[in-house]
């Protein structure tokens, strides 16, 4: 993550006996990851800001197939935690949310829950606020 908040993700899978790896980028502020080439990072990372002349495509698709609220970055997810807590202070609407977790199904999201962690697998992926 650049100081900025830009934010790189690699992925990998493993295609006909090699692994074909796949770079996203998300800049500051922005909700929408695009697909970059690997010669995009080293720019991203030091402007903090994705190369105007090279080629990124916008990524549409998701994995993710929850009908939670979502967010892009772990820093807009918490943001949202925030004003979840917030809300719930000022109108008192139920159950609280408690984190925020990276979606199992889709890394480019991130989800809230009011549940505590559960399991050890989600024990390491998940991002716990301090209260």
Request: with cysteine; net charge positive; hydrophobic share 40%.
């Amino acid at each position: 993550m650049h100081k900025n908040g830009a934010a790189v993700m690699c992925t990998a899978r493993l295609k006909a006996g090699r692994w074909e790896l796949s770079y996203y980028a998300i800049e500051a502020g922005s909700a929408q990851w695009m697909r970059i080439r690997r010669n995009g990072l080293a720019y991203l990372l030091e402007h903090g800001a994705l190369d105007p002349s090279a080629p990124a495509g916008a990524v549409r698709d998701t994995k993710c197939t929850c009908r939670k609220v979502h967010a892009p970055t772990e820093a807009q997810a918490l943001r949202f935690l925030d004003r979840a807590r917030l809300k719930h202070l000022l109108r008192d609407t139920g159950k609280v949310e408690e984190r925020v977790y990276r979606c199992p199904a889709d890394a480019r999201r991130w989800h809230m829950t009011s549940q505590a962690q559960r399991s050890t697998k989600e024990a390491w992926t998940a991002v716990a606020r301090p209260q």
